[in-house]
């Protein structure tokens, strides 16, 4: 068994979602990866260029967003799949 998949398997669960952002994983660039109810709001400093948020409440083409602004200003656009 790899290390990888014996820390997956015996993971603690982070908090269930809600307005305030949960963060994920945190670099030293910022957020990278991140999930909640609201989807952060645009010009929002912290989240790294590419960051993904997870929008637990999305539905049809708002479940999953990438931060395309700055790590100093964020503008989170959702992804679709054409």
Same mark, same amino acid.
């Given at each position: 068994?790899?290390?990888?998949?014996?820390?997956?398997?015996?993971?603690?669960?982070?908090? @269930? @979602?809600?307005?305030?952002?949960?963060?994920?994983?945190?670099?030293?660039?910022?957020?990278?990866?991140?999930?909640?109810?609201?989807?952060?709001?645009?010009?929002?400093?912290?989240?790294?260029?590419?960051?993904?948020?997870?929008?637990?409440?999305?539905?049809? @083409?708002?479940?999953?967003?990438?931060?395309?602004?700055? @790590?100093?200003?964020?503008?989170?656009?959702?992804?679709?799949?054409?």
């Amino acid at each position: 068994m790899s290390v990888e998949s014996f820390r997956h398997e015996n993971m603690i669960p982070s908090p @269930a @979602a809600s307005a305030t952002v949960v963060v994920m994983w945190r670099t030293e660039d910022g957020i990278l990866q991140a999930y909640g109810n609201t989807v952060p709001t645009d010009a929002t400093a912290g989240y790294a260029i590419g960051c993904l948020f997870h929008h637990t409440d999305g539905g049809d @083409a708002t479940a999953l967003y990438v931060n395309e602004g700055t @790590a100093a200003s964020c503008d989170f656009n959702a992804i679709t799949v054409a």
